[in-house]
Structure formats: structure tokens, C-alpha cells
């Protein structure tokens, strides 16, 4: 699965019938207490192994309190694999490494499919690993293999949003040294950093507009702004001293007169150098993001000045 997300539908109310598996959970096991012995299904030695809330052991016996009745209070994760499986073992590790960053948000049940036959009949596991959100007592989503970390994150806030939990969103490292290397004026190891980011999250809207603002810092570069805005000022119809002139107004934190500047080029060219202006004008919104007011204005203009 490319682009796990919660999607209802996969299951109805009751669609894996886990009430077989309801039962007295043994007098040493309490909801928030991992039970003790369980099975490791990450590789050996792996984070949360022993003692860490955020992370239990389940079997037949503790499934009740560990998975069932924990949802009922906040989402629970629950991983299906089995030690000495390669995929397996790559993938436990990093479920438990962002259990323990979750600072309790959510829990991660892990079940060794080898051990706990039954658990994993049904919720009706073909291959591991395999990965079910439970929210209130009921499956809410599922995915099948391993997936990037940042997808994996993006699936986790909406199945902590799915569960009525709020946190906030945790910041990407490799988005910071993307920005770190824009900052420093090194855009090839930016642009190499953002387009990373991007072919794991297509949709990342912090990395788009990271990218975009390296295209603007690579056609400014060398460029002497009073001389390229009076160039643009004395020829309104030279694309690509406005295009210049636009570039050098958004870095300049004028980025409303690089819209107008650039809608009115729309209004007043044809064909491919309109397009050329459009698309340009695009890549500028980006940077901005889509919930910009100036960029929402910019983007009507825009329309009306094409059709």
C-alpha cells in the first residue's frame, strides 16, 4: 500500500467479529500495564520490548484489555509479524520508535502471528506485516507492508484524528535540513532534499513550496534588483524581464505585487508566452501555500483574466 489513509469504508461495524476473542484478561494484566513474557514481533532486542506503555505484547489472553477495551479511551495500533521475517523485522522498529514519540497519543499492540494464530485469523491476515488502526473497539483502517516513514506518519494524524486525539504535527527532520540548505544558499542539496521529501509525500505542501523557492533563488541569482525592476518597469510587455521583476518582488516579501504584475501579463499575452506566465505564476502561489488570502485573490484574478 503506496498511500495508507483512512478510508471508512474498508470496513463496516462488525466486519472482523472479534468477539470470540472477548474474555477476562488474566489479574496481571490492567488496561496500560504491557503484560509480562509477551512475544516480541519486531526484531530481537527492539525498542518498547519489556515495560514501555506505549508498546504491549498481545495474545489471545490479553486482547481484551490491551486492544478492545484500550481503544475505547485512544487509538491502538496493531502490528501483525513475526521475528526472523525481514520486512518484519525492518518495519516493527520504526512503529515503535514513533509509539514511544507519541508521548501516549496512541499504543502499539504487537502481535506474532506465529504465537497467536488465532488473533490473526481474525482480523483476517493473508501476509505480514500487516497493520490495523482500532478505534472504540472496531477496526477503522488497515495496510498491508512496509511503507515510507513519512507516509506512515501522515496515516498515523488521521487515525489519531479519526479518534478524537489532537497533537500536534511532529516536525520532519529531513525538512529542516532541506530548509537548513536553502538558508545556506547550497540549492542543489536543498532541491535534492526536497525532491526526497516529495517522492515519499507527493502531496507534502512544505517541501512543494521549499522547491519552488529554490526555482525563484536560482533565476534571481546574479541579478541586481533596482536594475531588474526599473528593466520591467520600461518594458511591460517583455516577459521575461516581469517574470524576473515578479521573482525578485516575492523574495522581497511583496509577493500581492508579483500577482498583480504577473495577472496583468496573462491579460495582455497570448499563446505560449501566456502560458508561460501562468505556469510561473502557479509555481509563485506555491510557495505561498493554498490557504493564503492574497494567494486565493491572485488565483480569481487569474481566473478571470483566462476566461
Known amino acids: 500500500m503506496s498511500d495508507p489513509r483512512i478510508t471508512s469504508s474498508i470496513f463496516t461495524r462488525g466486519a472482523v467479529d472479534l468477539s470470540t476473542l472477548r474474555g477476562p484478561a488474566p ?17 530481537p532486542g ?13 495474545t489471545e489472553a490479553t486482547i481484551q484489555s490491551e486492544v478492545l477495551e484500550r481503544s475505547m479511551a485512544m487509538p491502538v495500533v496493531v502490528f501483525f509479524g513475526a521475528a526472523g521475517f525481514p520486512e518484519s523485522d525492518e518495519f516493527a522498529p520504526v512503529l515503535e520508535r514513533l509509539a514511544a514519540e507519541s508521548g501516549g497519543a496512541w499504543v502499539l499492540a504487537r502481535v506474532d502471528v506465529q504465537q497467536n494464530p488465532r488473533i490473526a485469523q481474525m482480523f483476517r491476515v ?9 478505534v472504540g473497539g472496531q477496526p477503522i483502517d488497515a495496510f498491508s507492508g512496509v511503507v515510507p516513514e513519512a507516509q506512515l506518519r501522515q496515516w498515523l ?4 484524528k479519526a479518534g478524537g486525539v489532537t497533537v500536534a504535527e511532529p516536525e520532519d527532520p529531513r525538512l529542516d535540513e532541506a ?9 542543489d542539496a536543498a532541491e535534492r532534499a526536497y525532491r526526497k521529501i516529495l517522492a515519499d509525500s507527493p502531496a507534502d505542501a512544505a517541501a512543494e513550496a521549499g522547491l519552488a523557492q529554490v526555482g525563484v533563488a536560482r533565476r534571481v541569482a ?18 521575461a524581464a516581469q517574470l524576473l521583476a515578479a521573482d525578485i518582488e516575492v523574495l522581497s516579501g511583496l509577493a500581492e505585487q508579483a500577482y498583480a504584475r ?3 501579463l496573462v491579460r495582455r499575452t497570448a499563446g505560449e508566452d501566456r502560458e508561460t506566465v501562468r505556469q510561473h505564476l502557479v509555481s509563485l502561489f506555491t510557495i505561498a501555500g493554498p490557504d493564503d488570502p492574497a494567494v486565493a485573490s491572485a488565483r480569481r484574478a487569474l481566473a478571470s483574466a483566462l476566461f
Do not use: C, H, K, W
Open 179 to 187: 530548509d537548513d540548505a536553502l538558508m545556506s544558499g547550497d540549492l
Open 27 to 43: 489479574a496481571s494484566t490492567r488496561p496500560g500495564t504491557p503484560p509480562q513474557g509477551g512475544p516480541s514481533t519486531g526484531a
Open 46 to 58: 527492539a525498542p518498547g520490548a519489556g515495560g514501555d506503555a506505549a508498546i504491549v505484547d498481545v
Open 126 to 134: 493473508q501476509g505480514i506485516p500487516m497493520v490495523y488502526a482500532v
Open 262 to 264: 504577473l495577472v496583468g
Open 157 to 160: 494524524q488521521a487515525v489519531l
Open 222 to 239: 546574479g541579478a541586481d534588483p533596482t536594475t531588474a525592476l526599473a528593466a520591467a518597469e520600461s518594458a511591460p510587455d517583455d516577459v
